[in-house]
């Protein structure tokens, strides 16, 4: 059983940075696509990023040139680094890992952290 672990949340003012980290007690296999959502108070859960085994990226637009995604296999870690952080990325952020392909046999999520950007 894979447990994922996020750290890095907490409160920042608006244009300040922060970067989440991501942490899998098992073994994640190097094959599979790592993400961070949020979820704001009221709103539906959103992809805000995920990394593909090959290295490459997808952002929400919301994010593009803001936030940057990274996995580091060896310490079966994700990160995102958040930059210029605005009021409206204030929301509880989840890691995920899912396999590649569909429909998904396992996925993967952890407990959330909170990000609040104050303005």
């Known amino acids: 059983q894979v447990q994922l672990v996020e750290s890095g949340g907490g409160l920042v003012q608006a244009g300040g940075s922060l970067r989440l980290s991501c942490s899998a007690s098992g073994t994640i296999a190097s094959i599979n696509t790592m993400g961070w959502y949020r979820q704001a108070t009221g709103k539906q859960r959103e992809l805000v990023a995920n990394i593909f085994s090959t290295g490459s990226t997808n952002y929400a637009d919301s994010v593009k040139g803001r936030f940057t995604i990274s996995r580091d296999n060896a310490k079966n870690t994700v990160y995102l680094q958040m930059n210029s952080l605005k009021p409206e990325d204030t929301a509880v952020y989840y890691c995920?890992?899912?396999?590649?392909?569909?429909?998904?046999?396992?996925?993967?999520w952890g407990q959330g952290t909170q990000v609040t950007v104050s303005s």
């Open positions: 995920n890992v899912r396999p590649p392909w569909v429909p998904v046999t396992y996925d993967y």
